[in-house]
């Protein structure tokens, strides 16, 4: 018989065997996955989607095994990229990006959240274009490099080209003032989004010279659907200059191209049919045995089930009857209930927009009251005390004639005459002839050109398109927006130049305001500084448009508005 201390011995080696086990089997599984991952990355780079597809998901479901978080978030960011490659295969890669939105914000990875921001609006780009483009923009704010926010430039030029060409004509610009050349693919990528905006205007020449800059760029990726992109643009832009021979050259590489997608996602849809129709012949060999069985032990008591099953169905129906009516009466009790929660919702909603619209007045109205005392205090002011002085001379000068008064009732005059125009001054400068129903356009022209008449500061009006009358309290709105706007620069910009490009393009409404002075941080600017910017953006939100401000220190401000045109 053996003794304690030796069987005490045996059961730790034992348990040491079995963690050793457990723990080359993990090793075993965490190796396999890698494996199976590095395959993959291979034939992915040779163009053979298929089988990085196959090793992809196979390093997936072991990660997933061993709950290797990290590695899952990279399997789904591959196979997100891979299927959205692929000719109609998008619709299995947003599962992916899904997963792996969720790690980054569950990690707080900056990287990885960025990177989910730009996939996102690549998967909404042709699906929903205002989501595409919020997601640019959450890139744009989310991110301090240079390159990302070129891309995001890159990718919103495009989105607006045929909707907004002002807007992707400013987007273009920012993406060709950041844009990192070492990087050939977001380069090739540049090129072919700016000869597409060439092309929407028709400039098929230009548009070609873009083209041949991109086509002189070996992307390091995605080289299937780049190059397939490339030769269809080229194909596009040579038929719309009537060159047909270029244009079939290029359609014919556009084809080889195309069918090897169409190939890849072929092979993929068919490998899983073949798994389905595999698990569907084990299902149906089980339930076949499965039946055999039932159908052996359900002979003998037959007629009893089929009595007890009657007397059971008949109670269960009673049962199930009495429930259906009280379940409909209590539905529409609830439907009633809702209905009143909504529409006191409606208004208590449609009371805070009229308070919302009250206070804004109310605001605005203050803040020209303060801005008219201003002007009277600073501009009448001084006038009118030194022409109190005048009159006192005058009253003295009847009795001791100690100064000329002829010159006296000359700059006398001249005063009460400066004073009249500096009241008229103000007078239009509050009305800016949007009042005397003049028009929006002619009121921003006039307002610029008075202030450009000053030297300090010279704007320039741009307008495109806003050949039509807007309702006049849209009008006096957007004016009060400019002038508003306008001060702010004069007061705090430093600027020696501004300009104010207004267009109506597609019932959207756009202006741009810039200047050269030497702008700001909109994230440190508060309304309390007498900006006013909140104030901007949230009558702006009233309208239901976009308020967006771009500003780099030393290098002046930009601020784009859009504005639905009922």
Do not use: W
């Not at 704010?141 to 909707?163: D, G, P, R, V």
């Not at 109190?388 to 001791?400: P, S, V």
């Not at 002829?406 to 006398?412: A, F, I, M, N, V």
Request: glycine fraction near 4%; charge should be neutral; include cysteine.
């Amino acid at each position: 018989m053996q003794n304690p201390s030796t069987i005490k011995i045996k059961i730790l080696q034992i348990i040491f065997f079995l963690i050793c086990s457990f723990a080359y089997a993990q090793k075993s599984e965490l190796d396999s996955a890698y494996d199976y991952f590095q395959k993959a990355s291979a034939f992915d780079e040779e163009n053979k989607h298929f089988e990085a597809y196959k090793n992809y998901t196979k390093s997936l479901t072991i990660y997933k095994k061993i709950d290797a978080l990290d590695s899952i978030a990279k399997c789904n960011l591959e196979l997100f990229s891979l299927l959205q490659s692929q000719n109609n295969l998008n619709y299995e890669a947003k599962p992916f990006l899904d997963e792996y939105y969720q790690y980054a914000l569950q990690k707080k990875d900056s990287l990885k959240t960025l990177t989910s921001y730009f996939r996102y609006a690549e998967y909404y780009f042709d699906r929903n274009p205002k989501l595409a483009s919020e997601f640019y923009h959450k890139a744009i704010k989310y991110t301090h490099k240079q390159s990302s926010k070129a891309i995001a430039y890159a990718n919103l030029a495009l989105l607006f080209t045929e909707t907004q060409p002002d807007s992707a004509s400013f987007y273009f610009k920012k993406n060709l003032e950041l844009i990192d050349t070492n990087n050939r693919n977001a380069l090739f990528g540049s090129y072919i989004n700016y000869a597409n905006f060439f092309q929407k205007q028709g400039n098929y020449n230009e548009a070609i010279v873009q083209l041949k800059k991109a086509e002189a760029i070996e992307p390091t990726s995605f080289k299937l659907k780049f190059l397939k992109i490339l030769y269809k643009d080229f194909a596009d832009c040579y038929s719309g200059l009537g060159d047909y021979k270029n244009a079939y050259h290029y359609f014919e590489k556009y084809q080889i191209y195309n069918d090897s997608l169409n190939f890849t996602a072929q092979n993929i849809a068919i490998s899983d049919l073949d798994v389905k129709y595999q698990t569907a012949e084990k299902e149906k060999k089980i339930l076949e045995v499965e039946t055999k069985n039932k159908e052996v032990e359900t002979k003998n008591s037959e007629q009893k089930k089929l009595i007890i099953g009657g007397i059971i169905f008949l109670f269960l129906i009673v049962i199930i009857s009495f429930l259906i009516i009280l379940n409909i009466r209590k539905k529409e009790l609830v439907a009633e209930q809702e209905k009143e929660i909504e529409r006191q919702k409606n208004l208590t909603l449609l009371k805070e927009q009229e308070l919302g619209i009250i206070n804004a007045m109310i605001e605005g109205q203050e803040k020209e009251r303060k801005h008219i005392a201003e002007d009277l205090h600073d501009n009448i002011g001084s006038v009118l005390a030194t022409l109190k002085l005048h009159f006192e001379n005058l009253k003295l000068n009847r009795e001791k004639k100690e100064f000329d008064q002829e010159k006296l009732y000359e700059k006398t005059e001249n005063l009460i005459d400066e004073t009249y125009k500096k009241v008229r001054n103000i007078a239009h400068a509050k009305n800016a002839g949007v009042i005397a129903n003049v028009g929006l356009l002619h009121a921003i022209e006039l307002m610029a050109s008075k202030i450009s008449d000053a030297d300090k500061i010279q704007i320039e009006v741009v307008h495109f398109g806003l050949d039509k009358r807007l309702e006049n309290r849209l009008e006096i709105t957007i004016f009060r927006i400019v002038q508003e706007l306008i001060t702010n620069i004069m007061k705090h910009a430093e600027a020696s130049n501004a300009t104010i490009n207004i267009s109506l393009y597609d019932n959207v409404l756009n202006l741009i305001i810039e200047d050269n002075g030497k702008g700001f941080d909109p994230k440190k600017i508060k309304s309390t500084q007498g900006m006013g910017l909140d104030s901007i953006e949230k009558r702006i939100e009233n309208l239901g448009g976009t308020f967006d401000i771009d500003s780099t220190n030393q290098k002046g401000a930009t601020i784009i508005i859009n504005i639905p045109i009922e």
